[in-house]
C-alpha cells in the first residue's frame, strides 16, 4: 500500500463523517435547557429580592411618616407600638427639623429600653441598636439601668434625653456604672454572710 493511498482512505473517512450538529445531541439540548431554566430562575430571585427591597423601603417610608406625624402632633408616646420596620424607618427622618427627630428618638429609646412591642424581638432589638445614633442608644441604655435600679420615672423624664444629647459618653458611663452597682449590689447581697 502507498503512503498516497492511506492518507486518501483516511480523508475520505473525514469526509464521510457529517458535522457535529448540537441540536441534534439529546445530552447538548439538555444541558442547554437546563441552563436556560436555571437562568430564568435566578431571574425570578432577583426580581423577587428586588419587590421585597421596594416592599420593605416602602413599609419604612410609611412608617417614618407616622411617628413623625405622631411626633407633629405631640401624641409619640409609650402607647405607639414598636414596629418591626422602626429602624429603618428610623433613617429616612434624617432631615426633618430636629425638635421632631429629637421626639422620635425619645420614643425609640424608651421603646428598645423597655423591650416591648417589636423590640421584646431580639433580632429585631439588635437590628435597631446597630441603626441608631449612639446618642439614641445611650439613652436607652440609661434608661433601662434607671429601670432596673427601680427608678422607673427615668422614663418619664426628659434628664436621660437631655443628658444623652449633651453627653453621650458620660450617659453610657452613667448606665454602666448604675448597672455595675446593681449587678454587685445584687451579688453582694446573694453571698452568705461571712
Not at 51 to 62: C, I, N, V
Not at 108 to 116: I, N
Not at 168 to 181: F, G, I, N, S, Y
Amino acid at each position: 500500500m502507498s503512503k498516497g493511498g492511506s492518507g486518501s482512505g483516511l480523508l475520505g473517512l473525514v469526509a464521510s463523517v457529517s458535522r457535529y450538529d448540537p441540536a441534534g445531541d439529546p445530552v447538548a439540548v439538555a444541558a442547554l435547557e437546563e441552563t436556560a431554566r436555571r437562568e430564568r430562575a435566578a431571574r425570578r430571585a432577583r426580581e423577587a429580592a428586588d419587590q421585597e427591597a421596594r416592599d420593605r423601603r416602602g413599609r419604612a417610608l410609611r412608617r417614618a411618616d407616622e411617628l413623625l406625624d405622631l411626633a407633629r402632633a405631640g401624641a409619640l408616646d409609650d402607647r405607639v407600638p414598636s414596629a418591626p420596620e422602626d429602624a429603618a424607618a428610623w433613617q429616612w427622618l434624617r432631615g426633618h427639623p430636629r425638635n421632631t427627630v429629637a421626639r422620635v428618638d425619645a420614643w425609640m429609646a424608651r421603646a428598645v429600653a423597655s423591650r416591648a412591642g417589636a423590640m421584646a424581638d431580639p433580632l429585631t432589638r439588635a437590628a435597631t441598636l446597630d441603626v441608631l445614633p449612639r446618642r439614641v442608644t445611650a439613652h436607652a441604655a440609661l434608661l433601662e439601668a434607671l429601670a432596673a435600679a427601680g427608678c422607673p420615672a427615668g422614663q418619664d423624664s426628659a434628664f436621660p434625653g437631655v443628658l444623652a444629647e449633651a453627653a453621650t459618653e458620660a450617659t453610657v458611663e452613667l448606665a454602666a456604672w448604675l448597672t455595675a452597682r446593681r449587678v454587685a449590689g445584687a451579688v453582694g447581697s446573694a453571698a452568705p454572710p461571712g
